[in-house]
């Protein structure tokens, strides 16, 4: 079995919550890089990292049911994040990264809660 292989195996065997925290964690480490990136002045990487930070925010939020108040809620929440991101890359403004890297942490943690079946986190 190619490594190609082995990957899709374990995206198909994730829980909705485990690929939710996964994607959280992929946003949270883009982040980290487009500030990297704003910092050492490389405008083509942050652009790149925030992209892909935007793509994942966005592609959370189609993953929302819009048949029901909370979800309609949480779209429009990481529809805001995703603006930000937007914002973020035009202005290279590490101020708005700043800005939503403490609800992708907070998003984790639920999240790992969630997959641990209440167990206390270790992130």
Avoid: C
Avoid at 15 to 25: A, C, G, K, P, R
């Amino acid at each position: 079995m190619d490594s190609q292989n082995i990957k899709e195996n374990a995206f198909a065997s994730m829980t909705s919550s485990e690929w939710i925290f996964q994607l959280l964690d992929r946003a949270s480490v883009e982040l980290h890089s487009a500030r990297d990136a704003i910092e050492r002045r490389d405008f083509e990487a942050a652009n790149r990292s925030l992209i892909h930070s935007q793509d994942i925010f966005l592609e959370l939020q189609s993953m929302m049911r819009s048949e029901d108040a909370l979800s309609q809620n949480v779209s429009a929440f990481l529809e805001d994040i995703a603006e930000l991101l937007f914002f973020a890359n035009i202005y290279k403004d590490i101020a708005r990264i700043d800005e939503v890297l403490p609800f992708i942490e907070r998003l984790k943690i639920i999240y790992s809660y969630f997959m641990g079946g209440g167990k206390k986190s270790s992130t």
